[in-house]
């Protein structure tokens, strides 16, 4: 047996790559945690590791991974500049030309690089748990290392360019059926490996020689649009994958490749990888690294109406045993009901299998006895917007659990420090402010008060990861960084509805830019009475800001609160067909108009998405002078991630760099202008 390191032996690339020799075969192992990624270490071992195999005369190269999982992707982190030699596509040709044929044995996720990497060798086999696919477009990329090219030679133009487009990913039997794996294991992938090599199959065409059938895309296109919402790599993903069927693969892959850099400097790319670095570094904020989380196991949620419901489906997802504890034994049924039905719901869609639904429902318990709370390690509240209410729920849990479990609210506008106040063990208190519907939404914003501790904070932060969530910090204001910008945002809105703009246009012009709906289709959707309480809590405490448009308590006053709420009325009519503009409203809008003079004002579609946006970036930028915001990537990820900005757009703060503060400055002097004395300027907005 023989064993080389295909890199150094010491250094910095220390045997990232390394080669065994037993028999006449070779194991190349490439060991590049956490996810061995391709970085250039590991490109520069695989060109070694060739020549050594073919120096050897090796019959065959198996490429194994060590860690959880085979190669993971490209190095991103390289991306922002040219990338250093050699470069991936040349690597993979010469695995491919090797006269010692390659043989990928993976596990895990074979995403991106790691999929081009496999596609290059002659045969692929694979654990039955390992998944498949090509994500680059979800960094606003396409492939660039023949992964467009080859993918489609291996298993169909339709299928290959649905891969790319789409960027989610396959797992192995579908994988398998497509024709893309030679072998699929469970257990032991050296024995797999062994045995597949004793009953070893004739070499096949190297990938790249192959011909393939041209197909008919038109309904994937058109799927494709719909769903890209205005990102423009996976159109680019699909029309360059539909190259193979015309062109040979050098010729394809050298215009893949130059569209892979190209894109790389594009603003969307450049929007989407900012995001999701920023993400990391929001996630697991450095202040708290110090401080390792305390065990969770038994979370109490207080209130199982929709927030409550969907947390407690979120929490038993993760393994948590669940306590939800409601007012009285009727709303406890309820409750136990809503959670209920979202496990149905998650079985009948095969998200989770039996086994997992009965674990989930031996995990869960409902009933009113606050002792049943005793030992949680976390309480989150989750009851009506009330200051006493939640007062109450807050004193009852201090009462039975440990001063050393957390305890947390889900207000939506609430001050956290109010709700706790003189309450023991004051550290531990905090706001946890979940999304609706919260067992999907992955955005929690992190409230802590002026005296939550770090311990406590670190460990609300690791129990949120642990839920699939992506938490960020928020200092206390009203509405904290999500809901605060949103009331921005739909001032900005009325203001226009009042000086002459239809809601409909107002919301069509929203869409235009890319969120999924308009402020009052999503008004709509949400519900319009916490708002509304909102607004009446500001208004009595004489701290709404500005000029106030009551046409939205109206509608609340005539019923009419929104999809769900009896009348199924709110801005549209929803009660025959959802999303109806309804007249009723616009004379509404006009009574509102002729008894205030207003509505001389017309607007186009550019002008209503530049007022809205200075106004949410006025308000951003307070967010972030004030400290309530991190950095201006933690705003950025909380309305990508809570309110449907376009992550290709990057986030307001993002959007407002690339449009020009020049261009965004001037719009918000028209905001100014439009509605004297209602708005304050941020730092950068004032002249
Ligand atoms: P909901 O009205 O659907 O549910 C509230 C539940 O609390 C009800 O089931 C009620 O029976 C229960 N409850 C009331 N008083 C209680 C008490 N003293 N003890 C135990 N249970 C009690 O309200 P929703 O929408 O779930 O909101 C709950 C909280 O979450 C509010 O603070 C809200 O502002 C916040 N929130 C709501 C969001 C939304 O989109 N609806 C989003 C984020 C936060």
């Known amino acids: 047996m023989t064993t080389r390191s295909a890199t150094p ?47 050897a005369g090796c019959k065959t190269a198996a490429i194994v991974c060590a860690g959880r999982t085979f190669v993971a992707g490209g190095d991103i982190s390289e991306f922002a500049g040219p990338p250093p030699l050699p470069h991936l596509p040349d690597v993979l040709d010469t695995i491919e030309a090797s006269a010692t044929p390659f043989i990928a044995v993976m596990h895990g996720t074979v995403l991106g690089g790691g999929l081009e990497l496999a596609l290059s060798c002659a045969w692929r086999i694979a654990d039955d748990k390992t998944k498949f696919g090509l994500p680059e477009v ?15 030679r291996v298993i169909g133009l339709e299928r290959a360019a649905r891969m790319a487009a789409n960027g989610k990913p396959v797992n192995a039997a579908t994988f398998k059926e497509f024709g893309g794996l030679d072998l699929v294991f469970s257990g032991d992938p050296m024995q797999a490996l062994a045995s597949f090599r004793e009953t ?12 393939v059938e041209d197909a008919d895309l038109t309904a994937l296109k058109a799927e494709i649009t719909k769903s890209a919402k205005g990102s423009n790599a996976p159109m680019i993903a699909l029309e360059t994958t539909a190259l193979a ?39 697991r904020p450095d202040r708290l690294k110090a401080f390792e ?5 038994h979370v109490a949620i207080v209130g199982g109406g929709l927030m409550g419901a969907g947390i407690a489906a979120a929490s038993l997802a993760a393994g948590h045993r669940i306590t939800l504890l409601e007012r009285d034994t009727a709303s406890a049924e309820a409750g136990h009901a809503r959670v209920e039905a979202i496990i149905a719901k998650d079985l009948a869609s095969g998200r ?97 008060t002026s005296v939550t501790t770090d311990q406590t904070m670190s460990t609300a932060f690791a129990f949120a990861r642990g839920l699939g969530k992506i938490p960020v910090e928020t200092g206390v204001c009203d509405g904290f960084i999500g809901n605060r910008i949103l009331s921005a945002y739909r001032r900005q809105a009325d203001y226009m509805v009042a000086d002459g703009a239809s809601p409909y246009d107002v919301d069509k012009a929203m869409r235009g830019l890319g969120m999924p709906m308009g402020p009052y289709e999503l008004q709509d959707l949400t519900g319009l009475q916490i708002s509304w309480a909102n607004r009446k809590r500001q208004l009595a405490a004489g701290t709404w800001p500005g000029r106030y448009v009551d046409i939205a308590d109206k509608l609340c006053e005539l019923g009419r609160q929104g999809r769900g709420s009896p009348a199924r009325k709110g801005w549209y009519d929803h009660s025959e067909t959802a999303g109806q503009p309804d007249p009723e409203v616009e004379a509404m809008v006009a009574a509102y108009r002729s008894e205030h003079g207003t509505g001389q004002q ?39 991630e809570g309110y449907g900005f376009p992550k290709h757009l990057g986030g307001p703060m993002f959007w407002a760099e690339e449009t020009g503060m020049e261009r965004v400055r001037e719009a918000f002097a028209a905001v100014e202008a439009q509605s004297p004395g209602s708005w304050k300027a941020a730092g950068v907005f004032k002249s």
């Open 9 to 55: 032996d010491s250094g910095p690339d220390a045997k990232v790559v390394s080669v065994v020799i037993e028999n006449g075969h070779a194991l190349v192992t490439i060991d590049n945690p956490p996810v061995n990624p391709l970085s250039v270490s590991v490109r520069r071992g695989l060109m070694e590791a060739v020549k050594l195999v073919n120096e």
């Open 138 to 152: 979800n960094l606003g990329l396409i492939p660039g290392a023949g992964g467009t090219q080859r993918l489609p």
């Open 200 to 211: 070893l199959p004739a070499r096949p065409t190297n990938t790249s020689l192959r011909t």
């Open 245 to 283: 069927a015309r062109l040979s693969f050098a010729d394809g892959s050298k215009i893949e490749r130059q569209t892979h850099l190209d894109l790389r400097q594009s603003a969307q790319s450049r929007a989407l990888r900012r995001l999701f670095f920023a993400n990391r570094a929001v996630t």
């Open 293 to 297: 989380p305390a065990a969770i196991k």
């Open 352 to 448: 989770i299998a039996e086994a997992q639904a009965a674990a989930r429902r031996a995990a869960f318990f409902a009933g009113t006895d606050y002792t049943a709370a005793g030992d949680a390690d976390i309480a989150i509240e989750a009851v009506f917007e009330d200051p006493d209410v939640k007062r109450a729920v807050f004193k009852q849990l201090s009462d039975v659990m440990s001063e050393t479990a957390l305890i947390a609210t889900n207000t939506s506008y609430l001050d956290p420090n109010l709700i706790s106040q003189g309450m023991p063990g004051p550290g531990r208190f905090l706001g946890l402010h979940f999304f609706s519907p919260a067992n999907i939404m992955k955005l929690v914003e992190v409230v802590g």
């Open 602 to 640: 017309a607007f186009t579609a550019e002008e209503i998405v530049m007022r809205i946006m200075a106004a949410i970036v006025n308000e951003a930028n307070l967010i972030l002078e004030e400290g309530i915001a991190t950095s201006d990537t933690a705003i950025d990820i909380v309305w990508t």
